[in-house]
């Protein structure tokens, strides 16, 4: 059987390990119900294994994230248990054999080794039970709805921030799925229109992997790296709605200082409810969480505060999620033949009305007469 060899790095929030990852490593996690989006982060960072010391699958909801770890060819061992976050230490060597995990001389322990096949079965058992699982998802949010009305009806305390949101766009940044994808596909908008950049948590990172520098970063920070936080955006930390914001202690211990926002949801509904406030004309979201399927699968209990958002941004909103699928060309050769053909006559034309390059031209067509003897 082939042993897997190589260097751990553990972590219990697998958004806070990828950072780490280096291509080769063996990436150990406590993730429940592996999402996609952590999962793509992984294949991402080209990690030999993945170690989940809890089950990755869900028993009621077929989350997709083991199937796209085992579709980029990666080794996954699941369910090994919590021990491996104690015993495996950061940069160990470490080694996998079947179901067996080893610190060779010191401990080892077993799990599950998760095959294609084995996924499938599973997430079809799991499918089995959407319509539950669904049911009370849908209750829950119903629920959540009646507590926070205020949302939609515009009980909304919004910082008093720098930037000028009026008579301009805000471009709000998710890392969420195929964020990449489409903050490729609209660079062009971003280099005509300009808008106001906003880096939702990981979304300000993404920003700057693209070359962007975020105008506004908001969220709980915790998934933001030092260099993006101190790159000079203007900061709002996601409070509780009792005024608790755990994420503002970090930011004054890099020495720097920020604005919260007290509200319940997500840090990417209160970035929307920001740029709407402060009279924004058009919100272009990238990477945001917008169906019933993407909050099952990201272990989301509710989403009424989304619902209740996007009901009272509808008129400004526009998603960019798939925008990369909506337009895909290759330039045919003959395109490129006939554009320089094009060129080429225009340049002529005009190149004649000089006496000088009317005689250079003429030269040109005595030689080629000469060489091929005409």
Known sequence: MTVIRGTA???RKTKNLVKRLLPGDIAIINH?????????????????AVVNAVPS????????????????????????????????????????????ITVP???????????????????????????????????????????EQGLLLGDVVVPDTKMVFGKRHTLIVVRGQTYKDDLAAIRSYIAEVKPILVGVDGGADALREFGYKPDVIIGDMDSISDDTL??????????????RAPGLERIRNLGLNALTFPSPGTSEDIAMLLAYHKGT???VAVGAHSSMFEFLDKGRKGMASTFLVRLKVGSVLVDAKGVNKLYKTKVKFRYLVELVAAASVTFSIVAYQFPV????????WLKLKIALGV
């Open 9 to 11: 790095r553990r972590d």
């Open 32 to 48: 429940q119900d592996l999402d996609i989006v952590c999962a793509q982060a992984l294949v991402d960072a080209k990690v030999k």
């Open 57 to 100: 699958l869900s028993e009621n909801y077929p989350n997709s994230g083991p199937l796209t770890i085992l579709n980029a060819g990666i080794y996954l061992l699941d369910n090994v248990g919590l021990d491996v976050m104690e015993k495996v230490q950061e940069e160990e060597i470490v080694e996998i054999s079947g179901d067996i």
């Open 105 to 147: 001389g010191q401990w080892s322990g077993r799990g599950n080794f998760l095959t294609l096949e084995k996924v499938e079965q599973k997430m079809k058992e799991a499918n089995k039970n959407i319509g539950m699982v669904l049911e009370s998802f849908v209750q829950n949010t119903i629920e959540y709805a009646q507590q």
């Open 230 to 243: 101190k790159c000079g955006a203007e900061l709002i930390v996601h409070a509780y709605p009792d005024g």
């Open 281 to 283: 004309e058009l919100i």
């Open 357 to 364: 390059t009317r005689q250079l031209l003429r030269v040109i």
